[in-house]
């Protein structure tokens, strides 16, 4: 069966991102699940959130600070909870602190969080 | 009775449209084919490149969780997949969006063949550009023989397995590292610069820019595992195009502008599965039928007695 020379593109990108615009219209298109699930359970159960808000998602590239201005906790407990050392700065990104502190993953932070702030 | 194209001098740079009302020669028709093409491949390619781009400043700039560049690639799914099916998780940085990706791709190369790789692919695109830079300043191109070429294009698998092994082995996206897509689209090389650590994506990221400077998408002929995979998947595409041998008059001038290097004017009955379906063949063939785009069952057997093994399936 011969058709039209454009139907080649027209079909394989209309295919391609029909999908991916179905998976987001039935809310299949997750693109930071971990994220998500953080964001979830920092929100819902703030312990002292200091500015009334605890809406914060953690990625790499958020500082222990803003996590700690978003959700109240202090930055000690943070740390102890993460396994972090006590000396650690606050104003270092959680990927920065993947590479100096060894052993030491961002999901760890976000465990911490999800478990402070669901007591 | 002369082939069509025969009737028109085989080239006049500069030559204008037709005017209203007259109708267009062979070689008119040819042209404006083949700028339609042009025009559109660049359209769309532009705006995937635009895409990514900014997913990615989005990404490096948003501190709320806009997503990666590693979540919307395709073939992160396939890294993922034996972590998946032994452990039951991802690899991290793998998300639900990357086999959303991967399942529109599956579905889009079974019936349409593999255009992602020459109408969407942003790295493609920039490989393209590299080609016309080159074009421009009058450089010279890389050609190897049609054994080093057949045998080159197999390192793609190569690549994929140890992408493969590697990922399972370490349980992490280890190809991430080195993959020239993501040192280029990433773009952590303006947002979070660490020479120590990039050093080697850069080194090799260079090296390849150079390569497809010399040679035509040296990367997507013979290096991306990704294009290994939809090489493969591209055999079972239902529509695809086909050369017929009884209208092809054997003139080859769809030979020379397929990015991918594929003797066009050889294979019976079907275009290489490395085609990435640009079109580029199709805008320049002067004889109407010679190839089309047709469908057929898939996996079905081919003509074997073709004279190119190298390109026919």
């Not at chain 2, 490149?49 to 690639?73: E, F, M, N, Y």
């Amino acid at each position: 069966m011969k058709v039209n020379k454009w139907f080649l593109p027209i079909a394989g990108i209309i295919l391609l991102f029909g999908v991916i615009g179905l998976a987001q219209i039935t809310g299949y298109w997750v693109t930071n699940q971990r994220a998500e699930s953080s964001t979830s359970s920092v929100s819902t159960t703030p312990t002292s959130p200091a500015d009334g808000s605890a809406d914060i998602t953690i990625t790499g590239q958020t500082t222990l600070r803003q996590i700690i201005d978003a959700t109240g906790i202090p930055l000690a407990t943070l740390l102890a909870e993460a396994g972090l050392p006590a000396d650690t700065d606050p104003e270092a990104t959680l990927r920065s602190l993947k590479d100096l502190v060894p052993g030491f993953e961002p999901s760890s932070v976000r465990d911490a969080v999800a478990r402070l702030t669901s007591r | 009775m002369k082939p069509e194209h025969e009737d028109t001098p085989p080239s006049r740079p500069g030559q204008p449209l037709p005017p209203i009302g007259r109708r267009p020669s062979a070689f008119q028709r040819r042209r404006m084919a083949v700028r339609s093409v042009h025009r559109w491949r660049w359209l769309v390619r532009i705006a995937a490149v635009a895409l990514i781009v900014t997913v990615a400043v989005r990404h490096s700039r948003d501190h709320g969780g806009a997503p990666s560049v590693d979540a919307v690639c395709p073939f992160g799914a396939v890294e993922s997949a034996w972590t998946w099916l032994t452990t039951g998780t991802a690899l991290p940085k793998i998300q639900p969006s990357n086999v959303v990706v991967a399942i529109g791709l599956l579905i889009s190369i079974l019936l349409a063949g593999n255009v992602f790789c020459g109408w969407v692919c942003p790295f493609g695109t920039v490989q393209d550009v590299l080609t016309k830079v080159r074009t421009w300043l009058r450089l010279p191109t890389v050609r190897l023989s049609a054994r080093v070429d057949r045998l080159a294009r197999h390192l793609r698998f190569v690549v994929l397995a140890l992408v493969l092994v590697q990922s399972a082995m370490t349980a992490r996206l280890w190809f991430a590292d080195f993959d020239p897509f993501v040192t280029m689209f990433g773009l952590h090389w303006i947002f979070e610069p660490e020479p120590t650590k990039m050093w080697l994506g850069w080194g090799l990221l260079a090296i390849v820019l150079i390569a497809s400077v010399l040679i035509e998408r040296a990367w997507c002929r013979y290096l991306c595992p990704l294009g290994g995979i939809l090489s493969i998947l591209g055999r079972a595409s239902l529509f695809r195009i086909r050369r017929r041998e009884d209208s092809c008059t054997g003139c080859n001038l769809c030979v020379t502008p397929c990015p991918m290097g594929i003797d066009v004017a050889k294979p019976v009955p079907a275009v290489s599965s490395d085609c990435i379906g640009c079109l580029e063949c199709l805008a320049q063939c002067p004889t109407g039928g010679a190839l089309e785009v047709s469908a057929r069952l898939p996996f079905t057997r081919v003509n074997h007695a073709s004279p190119s093994r190298e390109v026919s399936r």
